[in-house]
């Protein structure tokens, strides 16, 4: 790329004519020099705003929450444009009846903190002028310089869905501070250069310091990875009113505007992504596209799949008894019986053969179905058993068993509560705990089948070894 050089020029001896072909010329002049710059990286990195366009894989290795270090996110702008007493806003001229176009410039360096703020120090320079025109021949040219930090926010963009935006629309709003020279001629005809137009302070060229406000909008498009082409609006508010040389007039607080354009350059290693026109929406669609976490998501498939498909077997019941296939010990029972938890069919005894061998002492102590409760009809089998232990003085051990469902565990632990329960009725009749033993066997030496309900049910029992 060819050099180009901008030879300086003395403002001071140049007519606004002049001033204004400089101006344009020098602006572009940069304006050139970019799409230069942005034509020259397009060759380079062809494949890069091929991959731009058509949202494929092959893009940066950025990630939407890697942090701001893999982010180019410094630059640096140079802008010239137009300054007038005036504001698009609305507002009077200042304390002149007439406003005069002059030559603004300034520089800006930005830190991008996220992909739709950053923070913007801006250093500008220029004149604002005006006249009373017919009503008089006052009139003031003001040199001005001021420093400001604003805050800058995206508010929308062109070409969202495509992986890097190529327009962007932002608004800012700062403060700072201004200094500025007013110099003019009075309605007598008599130069000033400070405050209120006295004749007097021509020797002085004091320069006034006051805060300012800047307030403006604008809208940015990206000419390659490095440079972007600025134009901008900005309204700035004066804390005083000697910004024209005058504060007697109706203005006790100035103001002036600034429309510019510019060129802004991303500082930093090509191969990281400017933070500003990093697109995250495209950004998670990489990450989503990435092989190994579509290998992954694959894999989680499956898993839930197995697991699904788990679930389902545990739900079958072929039999229709209420109890899954796989905790089944009796598949095939009949519709409409009446099941255990193993699923299988509950025969319930007769009340008259539980009475016939009720009255015995020392005879077995039978039980429903996972219980320790003592059944009511056990209690003449009980009582005679502890009248005759208080009357004999005899130590019994008492021996608690259980069916075989359920895992061999419980089944051990519900023998000793049935043993336990004997014995505390037994005890609360009268018979002393120093006679009493007890012991759980489990599902261990059945007296029937354990196969049937009937053999079940006979092995939920206690009985009672005399010593």
Request: glycine fraction near 10%; aromatic fraction near 8%; hydrophobic fraction near 35%.
């Amino acid at each position: 790329m060819k050099k180009i050089t901008i030879k300086s020029f003395n403002l001071k001896t140049m007519n606004y004519s002049t001033l204004k072909k400089s101006a344009a010329l020098s602006f572009a002049s940069l304006l050139v020099a970019g799409m230069v710059s942005a034509q020259t990286d397009s060759t380079k990195t062809t494949t890069t705003t091929t991959t731009d366009t058509t949202m494929s894989s092959a893009t940066t290795t950025a990630k939407v929450f890697g942090g701001r270090g893999q982010y180019k996110t410094w630059s640096i702008g140079v802008n010239v444009g137009a300054t007038s007493p005036t504001m698009a806003t609305g507002g009077s001229l200042n304390d002149y009846a007439k406003n005069k176009v002059e030559l603004g410039y300034g520089i800006s360096v930005r830190d991008q903190l996220g992909h739709n703020f950053g923070l913007q120090l801006d250093v500008r320079g220029g004149k604002v002028a005006g006249d009373n025109g017919t009503a008089g021949p006052a009139s003031y040219s003001t040199k001005f310089y001021q420093a400001t930090l604003s805050g800058v926010v995206n508010v929308a963009t062109i070409d969202f869905i495509r992986r890097k935006n190529s327009v962007n629309f932002f608004i800012n709003a700062g403060a700072g501070l201004a200094m500025y020279n007013p110099t003019g001629v009075t309605a007598a005809g008599v130069p000033f250069n400070f405050k209120d137009g006295a004749a007097g302070n021509v020797a002085t060229n004091k320069w006034v310091k006051e805060y300012v406000i800047p307030v403006g909008a604008g809208v940015k498009f990206r000419l390659s990875d490095a440079v972007a082409l600025n134009f901008g609006y900005t309204e700035n508010f004066i804390d005083g009113g000697n910004f024209d040389g005058l504060t007697t007039g109706n203005n006790k607080k100035d103001h002036y505007s600034y429309g510019y354009g510019g060129l802004e350059f991303t500082l930093g290693s090509s191969s990281k992504p400017s933070l500003e026109w990093v697109n995250p929406v495209a950004m998670m669609y990489d990450e989503l596209y990435d092989a190994a976490l579509r290998q992954e998501v694959e894999a989680l498939k499956g898993r839930v799949t197995n697991v699904e498909n788990a679930v389902t077997d545990l739900k079958k019941d072929s039999d229709g008894d209420g109890v899954s296939d796989q905790f089944d010990k009796c598949p095939n029972t009949p519709a409409g019986s009446v099941v255990d938890g193993s699923g299988c069919v509950i025969v319930f005894p007769k009340a008259d053969t539980v009475a016939a061998s009720a009255a015995a002492a020392y005879s077995n102590i039978q039980f429903e179905f996972d219980s320790s409760v003592l059944r009511t009809s056990s209690y003449p089998v009980l009582d005679a058993t502890s009248a005759d232990l208080r009357s004999s003085g005899k130590t019994v051990e008492i021996d608690g068993y259980a069916s075989s469902e359920g895992t061999a565990a419980h089944n051990l632990s519900l023998s000793r509560d049935r043993a336990n329960s004997v014995k505390t009725y037994l005890v609360n009749s009268g018979v002393a705990a120093s006679k009493l033993k007890v012991k759980g066997y489990g599902e261990t030496n059945p007296i029937a089948d354990n196969s049937t309900e009937e053999g079940r049910v006979a092995n939920r029992r206690v009985s009672f070894k005399q010593r």
